[in-house]
């Protein structure tokens, strides 16, 4: 059975930094897309980063480039977002998802295939 479990969320203070992780089980997932997701309370699921299989291109959402990075280690069929200058609105449950996708759909959350069960990250002010 495939399997997305997420860690390293947590309270921080704005201006401090976080890694989260998604360890990935039951199959091998370096031929997959791999993205963060986060919704926060009332709001819908947003798109964060990407990390596209093959060369391994990668994607920001607006709000996070600059700041968060992906990257993915294919040995331990792991993927990372770090994220630094945390903002009290990055505050969200922070999803990591796997799919076969292309490069025009990795912003599309039914597209994904797998979903973990999400990690909580808030930032105060």
């Known amino acids: 059975q495939e399997l997305l479990v997420e860690s390293g969320g947590g309270l921080v203070q704005a201006g401090d930094s976080l890694r989260l992780s998604c360890a990935a089980s039951g199959r091998t997932f370096n031929s997959y897309t791999m993205g963060w997701f986060r919704q926060a309370p009332g709001k819908e699921r947003e798109f964060v980063a990407a990390?596209?299989?093959?060369?391994?291109?990668?994607y920001y959402a607006d709000s996070v480039k600059g700041r968060f990075t992906i990257s993915r280690d294919n040995a331990k069929n792991t993927v990372y977002l770090q994220m630094n200058s945390l903002k009290p609105e990055d505050t969200a449950i922070y999803y990591c998802?796997?799919?076969?996708?292309?490069?025009?759909?990795?912003?599309?959350?039914?597209?994904?295939?797998?979903w973990g069960q999400g990690t909580q990250v808030t930032v105060s002010s």
């Open positions: 998802a796997a799919g076969m996708l292309i490069r025009s759909t990795i912003r599309d959350p039914p597209k994904y295939d797998y």
């Open positions: 990390i596209l299989w093959g060369y391994g291109s990668l």
